[in-house]
């Protein structure tokens, strides 16, 4: 799937979709479900490609309505960083929320825009991705204009499911 936001592209590989999609909260009792974005810079140019991501793991905290990432992402991270020779980064964060079309909350936007702040990654742009139950959204932060807005909306018939 690719975002074309004017002077970039930004592509979403389909397996990082179709993982986000199975995360989906369909059950009354599943819990919220996240992680990292991490991608990298095309060469010449200043397109960007989503191609991987970390996947909830033990020690994270969720409930129905909260994820909070726990540190041992950032060990998972650094792993990609080194196997992709210094080419994979952090690009973002992606969690599912328990509604049909996503609603970003306040929590949300003040945590993304900590994240901008603290993040040591090589990208200026940061994706920011929700997933509800039919529609999932994708924002982009700006780190140097401290900006957020949202840049797509895709009900999963954007890509192949497998
Ligand atoms: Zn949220």
């Known amino acids: 799937m690719i975002i074309d936001i004017g002077n970039r592209k930004i592509k979403i590989n389909n397996n990082i979709l179709v993982e986000i999609y199975h995360s989906r909260q369909l059950n009354q009792r599943d819990c919220e479900a996240g992680g990292m974005l991490i991608g990298s810079i095309i060469r010449d140019s200043n397109d960007i490609i989503i191609e991987d991501l970390t996947m909830p793991i033990k020690g994270d905290i969720n409930s129905r309505t909260r994820y909070v990432r726990s540190e041992k992402h950032n060990k998972l991270l650094e792993q990609k960083w080194i196997d992709s020779q210094y080419t994979k980064m952090y ?20 945590n993304w825009m900590n994240l901008m702040k603290e993040s040591k990654t090589e990208t200026n742009l940061l994706v920011f991705l929700i997933a509800g139950n039919t529609v999932y959204k994708v924002w982009i932060g700006n780190r140097i204009k401290k900006s957020i807005h949202q840049i797509y909306e895709g009900d999963y018939s954007d890509f192949t499911i497998s």
């Open 91 to 110: 690009f973002g964060e992606w969690h599912t929320h328990p509604q049909d079309i996503p609603f970003v909350s306040l929590q949300d936007i003040r």
